[in-house]
């Protein structure tokens, strides 16, 4: 990878900047930033990570064969049109776009692009993000190696098909926010029962991560886990039971499914509205 030009200058766009760095993928004097007018965003930018800026778009896609669009999906018209004439055939074009298909981005640039888009989650911020990538048909094997080194610097990344995005979105991409939920609702319950804040803290936290480890390493299932720690009659089927009477397990289920159909839902809009864009 010689340079990448990434257009939106959010906390998304910060993660991969910081994550390409600790790994080395991308000198920092080849990582450029812009975005559409926060010239103060981009100063502290360019001081956290030394990296460089400009709104000089011809300096900014000069030599890039990386391009990201990291700016709000609602945005993406304005933005994509703004730099369409420097955008190349030749260049990996990768999406971080909610809701935005490849096939709308090549209608925004007006020309075949080689795409890679991924639905990132915001534990990228800190190296842990559970990313799904789609890409199109035009991404050559060198591409799809970058593409994979790329979100290898934020966390773990699987291909998927673009159909399935809407689901990943549903289950990964809001997922932090629903563990969020449990551990409100566990650090809640700890000030109930008398137990110190910062200490439950500490205890609910390291108790999700050795949970989470045991999934990973374990040839057992996260049922057979569960059951392994539920004796009969002891502490943990007391709470289970409790869990199962309230119909914990079908909520999240529930849950996720609306997740999925509203990020469709939210995509399908979107793509309304920017192909509406294209058209007047």
Known sequence: MKKIAIVGAGSM????????????????NNIWVTNHSNETRLAGLKERYGIRSTYDLKILFEDADIVMLAMK????????????????????????????????????ARKSLSIARAMPNTSAAVGKSATAIAVNSRITNHQLETTKQLFGTVGLARFVEEGQLDAVTGLSGSGPAYIYYLIEAMENSAAEIGLEKEMAKELIVQTL??????????????????????SPGGTTEAGIRVLEKHGVQQAFISCIQAATAQSKKMGNTLEAQLKVGTST
């Open 13 to 28: 766009a910060e993660a991969f900047i910081s994550g390409i760095l600790e790994n080395g993928l991308i000198a920092r």
């Open 73 to 108: 999906p609602k945005d993406a018209d304005s933005a994509i049109d703004r730099i369409r004439e420097h955008l190349t055939e030749q260049m990996l074009v990768v999406s971080v776009l909610a809701g935005v298909s490849m096939n709308t981005i090549e209608t925004l």
């Open 209 to 230: 991560i050795g949970a989470a480890e045991m999934v990973r390493n374990s040839s057992k299932s996260s049922e057979q886990l569960r059951l392994d720690v539920t």
